[in-house]
């Protein structure tokens, strides 16, 4: 309950705070990358003292959150580019591929850190 309860919290936190940053700075490279490096902060960092208790190295999950999201974000926008040439996307359809490619590559980066940290050994103390 204690994951869920983070995961929830970290996601509405840095959801709302990441999106006042992108809009806040809307139209430059700036806003996203802030924006989604602050969400993946936010989560990571929320997350962390779960994580901290049950495994070492877990300041690798905080840098792979901000990484897997921020990255994620420009694939995403890639990924818009690819399929749509129409200025005027529908809503629907551009967050689903943003919420879907972002979603892949943050997942795909957040559990390949997740595996390298529970291979790493005790540490001792």
């Known amino acids: 309950t204690d994951w869920i309860l983070a995961g929830g919290t970290s996601w509405a936190v840095g959801y709302a705070l990441g999106l006042l940053l992108i809009n806040a700075l809307a139209d430059t490279f700036l806003g996203g990358f802030l924006g989604y490096g ?3 902060l936010i989560v990571a960092i929320v997350q962390w003292p779960i994580l901290r208790s049950e495994m070492p190295n ?6 792979a959150n901000v990484i897997g999201w921020t990255l994620g974000f420009y694939l995403s926008q890639a990924a818009l580019d690819l399929f749509f040439s129409d ?3 529908a809503p629907v359809a551009s967050t689903s591929v943003i919420s879907v490619v972002s979603g892949l590559v943050a997942g795909g980066i957040t559990g390949f850190a997740l595996v390298w940290i529970v291979r790493q050994p005790e540490r001792a103390g």
């Open 87 to 89: 200025p005027a996307i």
């Open 38 to 40: 602050l969400f993946g």
């Open 58 to 63: 877990v300041w690798a999950w905080i840098l």
